[in-house]
């Protein structure tokens, strides 16, 4: 990681087990002052990672525009009155729930979060939860690619277009199908990507901690330039074992 | 070239729900320290002989007929084939370069202390150096291509699979992966290269084994149907520029910058008229994207204006039925039932009648020739068929102007030619400018009427 911040140098477990815990209040915050509190929390988390406002608009842009929709909805459904509230609400909550996961995914080296998942989950598992995390950003920029294409070929997909329900075909048609499409054939290539190179080939696997053993290595490699032969595990090697 | 390295016998194979064989009566062997070129149009089976070699075809009907002799290191923490994919971005899964560079040798069990210096060594033979804890974001598509190969050879393959690798570079990055090669040639490696356009290789390739339907041909050591890439299409194209004197583009000192990557257009000026075929060039990050972006409203630049079939300052939702714009990738526009259906799309939108809509649907798959998928499902169709499709559901309201972004990406030489020639007709049916923005040489160097260069965020107007 280039960038450098308390947040970032928080181990990743605690990182997943704060990220739990604020996005579970999101989950269960109802009134207005439940809220503003974890709003203003979260904006903490946030910032304290040396984040900026650019960073927390292109994080969460989409959900802005599926807050639009949210709330459209509710005042459809329940009338402007009494839809505007729970509109918002749940909108807030989703992004809540949305913006510790991004701090982690932004703050965290792959090891680190492998190295946290695998205290709670085999090594397999814990690369599956990394993986679909990695790949957020992929498929939110895929998605502003579809959306591009198709309003330019006159579907009505803006925001204040998807407030008519006339226009929700074109939603599904138009984004998330293409959409869909594109997920499935990145899961094939990841997964064609991780066989190649022989994940899941054995029961177990070692770990490789980057800022640990650049220095050694670039140490080991001034003293000597040939990697000795090595035919078998030594102890350090079972250190690193996942 | 002592020994051979892969000896295949016979190899045929059929996909899941096929009916007709991906690959038929495969024989063939490659020598120790051998660079070899497998060459042929999409389709023909070259990537899944990459992946049959590689033992990654799962299901199907498969006849197991090869035998690689890459003799396998005493502590087994190495692979005996490596193979590199076309898709670099898919195929990266770490956030940092030496943690993807690490990924394999932790699948083989392999040391820390032994990872840290393959991670190193690797990264150096690829020249990014100094780059690990570099986050792989932020990395161009040709560093993309370096990593991917970094993180093939950390594992240290005895035999090593490159599928299509130019396909996302430009010409730097296609004379730099050159190089890169060239190096690993030197240095006794063993590579098989699957190429449609071997032409910057031509100095390293050994020989080449040209696929087709399938079935593999006779090994050659020159460059097999080389003739094909002097082809000429630029008779077949007509330009209405000079009888319709019209503006059809027009951009005025346009500014563009990004707090991240800083400026990306500078004082970009720009005229183009009606019926005008012209070529946007510029490597990887040059700015292309950024000015169509700008063109079609999708970005609103610092300063500058931009004056688009008539339209001042664009906006997406203004530009359906005079404006078509072709993204890279046809499938992320592909949703309808019938291909027929996709084409129609745009009609509807823009209120044309049942009757019309017919007629002009039929026309525009005339063009794009195929009429003879018209009740296909897109997204069941090839790369290059879906292609077609979303040519021709773009081209069906015809529009003033046609902007094209990397058009031949995934494309073969063969499929760029007729790309071309559609585009090529558009002026003299409709009077419709073509605006191609790509990072590749135009396959027929005569088509555009202009070529204009894109460096640094500059424009430069190069004619031809």
Same mark, same amino acid.
């Given at each position: 990681?280039?960038?450098d911040?308390?947040?970032?140098?928080?181990?990743?477990?605690w @990182?997943?087990?704060?990220?739990?815990?604020?996005?579970?209040l999101?989950?269960?915050?109802r009134?207005?002052?439940?809220?503003?509190?974890?709003?203003?929390v979260t904006?903490?988390?946030y910032?304290?990672?040396?984040?900026?406002p650019?960073?927390?608009?292109?994080?969460t842009?989409?959900?802005?525009?599926?807050?639009?929709?949210? =709330?459209?909805l509710y005042?459809?459904?329940?009338?402007?009155?009494k839809?505007?509230?729970?509109?918002?609400?749940?909108?807030?909550?989703?992004?809540?729930?949305?913006i510790?996961?991004?701090?982690?995914?932004r703050?965290?080296?792959?090891g680190?979060? !492998?190295?946290?998942?695998?205290?709670?989950?085999?090594?397999?598992?814990?690369?599956?939860?990394?993986?679909? =995390?990695?790949?957020v950003?992929?498929?939110?920029?895929?998605?502003?690619e =579809? !959306?591009?294409?198709?309003?330019?070929?006159?579907?009505?997909?803006?925001?204040?277009?998807?407030v008519?329900?006339?226009?929700w075909?074109?939603?599904?048609?138009?984004?998330?199908?293409?959409? !869909?499409?594109?997920?499935l054939?990145?899961?094939?290539?990841?997964?064609?990507?991780a066989?190649?190179?022989?994940?899941?080939?054995?029961q177990?696997r070692?770990f490789y901690?980057v800022?640990?053993?650049?220095?050694?290595?670039a140490?080991?490699?001034? @003293?000597?330039?040939t990697?000795p032969p090595?035919?078998? !595990?030594?102890?350090?090697?079972? @250190?690193g074992?996942? | 070239?002592s020994?051979?390295?892969?000896?295949i016998?016979?190899?045929?194979?059929?996909?899941p729900?096929a009916?007709?064989?991906?690959?038929?009566?495969?024989?063939?062997?490659?020598?120790?320290?051998?660079f070899?070129?497998?060459?042929?149009?999409?389709?023909c089976?070259?990537t899944?002989?990459?992946?049959a070699?590689?033992?990654?075809?799962?299901?199907?009907s498969?006849s197991?007929?090869?035998?690689?002799?890459?003799?396998?290191?005493d502590?087994g923490?190495? $692979?005996?084939?490596?193979?590199?994919?076309?898709?670099a971005e898919?195929q990266?899964?770490? $956030?940092?370069?030496?943690?993807?560079?690490?990924?394999?040798?932790?699948?083989?069990?392999?040391?820390?202390?032994e990872?840290?210096?393959?991670?190193?060594?690797?990264?150096?033979?690829v020249?990014?150096d100094?780059c690990?804890?570099?986050h792989?974001?932020r990395f161009?598509?040709?560093?993309?291509?370096r990593?991917?190969?970094?993180?093939?050879?950390s594992? /240290?393959p005895?035999?090593?699979l490159?599928?299509?690798?130019?396909?996302?570079?430009d010409? /730097?990055g296609?004379?730099?992966?050159?190089? &890169?090669?060239?190096?690993?040639?030197?240095?006794?490696?063993?590579?098989?290269?699957?190429e449609h356009?071997?032409?910057?290789?031509?100095?390293?390739?050994?020989?080449?084994?040209?696929?087709?339907?399938? %079935?593999i041909?006779?090994?050659?050591?020159t460059?097999?149907?080389?003739? %094909?890439?002097?082809?000429?299409i630029?008779a $077949?194209?007509?330009?209405?520029?000079?009888a319709?004197?019209?503006? +059809?583009? #027009?951009?005025?000192e346009?500014c563009?910058?990004?707090?991240?990557?800083?400026?990306?257009l500078?004082?970009?000026?720009?005229?183009?008229?009606r019926? #005008?075929?012209?070529?946007?060039?510029?490597?990887?990050?040059?700015?292309?994207?950024?000015?169509?972006?700008?063109?079609t409203?999708?970005?609103t630049?610092?300063?500058?204006?931009?004056?688009?079939?008539?339209?001042?300052?664009?906006?997406p939702?203004?530009?359906?039925?005079?404006?078509?714009?072709?993204?890279?990738?046809p499938?992320r526009?592909?949703?309808?039932?019938?291909?027929?259906?996709?084409?129609?799309?745009? &009609?509807?939108?823009?209120?044309?009648?049942?009757q019309?809509i /017919?007629r002009?649907?039929?026309?525009?798959?005339?063009?794009?020739?195929?009429?003879?998928?018209?009740?296909?499902?897109p997204?069941?169709?090839s790369?290059g #068929?879906q292609h077609?499709?979303?040519?021709?559901?773009?081209? +069906?309201?015809?529009p003033?102007?046609?902007?094209?972004?990397?058009?031949?990406?995934g494309?073969d030489?063969?499929? %760029?030619l007729?790309?071309?020639?559609?585009l090529?007709?558009m002026p003299?049916?409709?009077?419709?400018?073509?605006?191609?923005a790509?990072?590749?040489?135009?396959?027929?160097?005569?088509?555009?009427?202009?070529?204009?260069? &894109? %460096?640094g965020g500059?424009l430069d107007?190069?004619?031809?």
């Amino acid at each position: 990681m280039t960038h450098d911040s308390p947040v970032h140098r928080l181990g990743a477990g605690w @990182k997943l087990a704060l990220g739990t815990l604020l996005s579970a209040l999101a989950v269960g915050a109802r009134t207005p002052g439940e809220l503003l509190a974890l709003v203003t929390v979260t904006l903490v988390y946030y910032f304290a990672a040396r984040l900026t406002p650019f960073d927390l608009w292109r994080d969460t842009r989409f959900f802005v525009f599926q807050a639009v929709l949210i =709330i459209g909805l509710y005042c459809l459904l329940k009338g402007g009155d009494k839809g505007l509230w729970p509109g918002f609400r749940q909108s807030a909550q989703i992004i809540l729930f949305y913006i510790p996961g991004a701090v982690l995914l932004r703050t965290t080296r792959t090891g680190d979060m !492998m190295r946290g998942l695998r205290r709670i989950v085999p090594y397999r598992l814990s690369f599956l939860v990394f993986v679909s =995390i990695r790949f957020v950003p992929f498929f939110l920029r895929e998605l502003d690619e =579809i !959306m591009t294409a198709q309003r330019l070929r006159g579907a009505r997909l803006l925001p204040r277009q998807l407030v008519d329900p006339r226009n929700w075909g074109d939603l599904f048609h138009c984004l998330l199908l293409p959409l !869909m499409v594109r997920a499935l054939k990145t899961a094939e290539e990841v997964s064609l990507s991780a066989e190649a190179r022989e994940f899941g080939a054995r029961q177990q696997r070692t770990f490789y901690d980057v800022s640990r053993q650049a220095g050694q290595a670039a140490t080991a490699h001034l @003293k000597q330039n040939t990697v000795p032969p090595c035919s078998h !595990m030594g102890p350090e090697a079972g @250190k690193g074992l996942l | 070239m002592s020994s051979d390295v892969l000896t295949i016998n016979s190899l045929a194979y059929t996909y899941p729900g096929a009916s007709t064989p991906a690959l038929t009566d495969v024989s063939c062997s490659i020598g120790n320290g051998e660079f070899i070129c497998l060459t042929g149009d999409s389709g023909c089976g070259k990537t899944t002989l990459l992946l049959a070699i590689k033992g990654l075809l799962r299901g199907g009907s498969y006849s197991d007929a090869i035998t690689i002799t890459v003799p396998p290191s005493d502590d087994g923490w190495s $692979t005996p084939v490596g193979l590199v994919f076309q898709n670099a971005e898919s195929q990266i899964l770490c $956030t940092t370069v030496a943690e993807e560079v690490a990924f394999g040798p932790e699948n083989l069990c392999t040391p820390p202390e032994e990872i840290a210096l393959r991670v190193r060594e690797s990264l150096q033979a690829v020249g990014l150096d100094d780059c690990e804890t570099r986050h792989v974001e932020r990395f161009s598509a040709g560093q993309k291509q370096r990593l991917t190969i970094a993180s093939t050879l950390s594992m /240290k393959p005895g035999l090593l699979l490159l599928d299509e690798p130019t396909s996302q570079l430009d010409g /730097k990055g296609k004379r730099d992966l050159c190089e &890169l090669l060239t190096g690993f040639k030197s240095q006794g490696y063993t590579i098989i290269m699957a190429e449609h356009d071997p032409r910057p290789f031509t100095n390293i390739i050994d020989r080449y084994l040209p696929i087709a339907g399938g %079935r593999i041909g006779t090994s050659t050591s020159t460059m097999p149907d080389s003739g %094909r890439y002097a082809a000429n299409i630029a008779a $077949t194209t007509e330009s209405v520029a000079e009888a319709e004197p019209e503006v +059809a583009i #027009e951009v005025q000192e346009l500014c563009v910058s990004y707090p991240e990557t800083g400026v990306a257009l500078q004082r970009v000026s720009l005229k183009v008229m009606r019926g #005008e075929l012209i070529h946007l060039f510029g490597s990887n990050g040059a700015g292309k994207s950024s000015l169509l972006r700008c063109l079609t409203g999708l970005e609103t630049p610092d300063s500058g204006t931009v004056e688009l079939a008539g339209i001042t300052d664009p906006h997406p939702e203004h530009l359906p039925g005079k404006v078509g714009v072709l993204f890279q990738n046809p499938s992320r526009q592909l949703f309808a039932e019938s291909v027929y259906e996709e084409v129609a799309f745009a &009609l509807r939108r823009m209120g044309a009648s049942t009757q019309e809509i /017919k007629r002009v649907v039929a026309e525009a798959l005339t063009l794009c020739g195929i009429g003879h998928l018209a009740e296909r499902a897109p997204l069941t169709l090839s790369f290059g #068929e879906q292609h077609r499709v979303a040519l021709a559901a773009v081209v +069906a309201p015809k529009p003033l102007v046609l902007l094209l972004d990397e058009p031949f990406a995934g494309l073969d030489f063969p499929q %760029r030619l007729t790309l071309l020639a559609i585009l090529g007709e558009m002026p003299g049916r409709y009077g419709t400018t073509v605006v191609i923005a790509s990072h590749d040489e135009l396959p027929d160097q005569a088509w555009a009427d202009r070529t204009l260069h &894109l %460096r640094g965020g500059h424009l430069d107007e190069t004619g031809h």
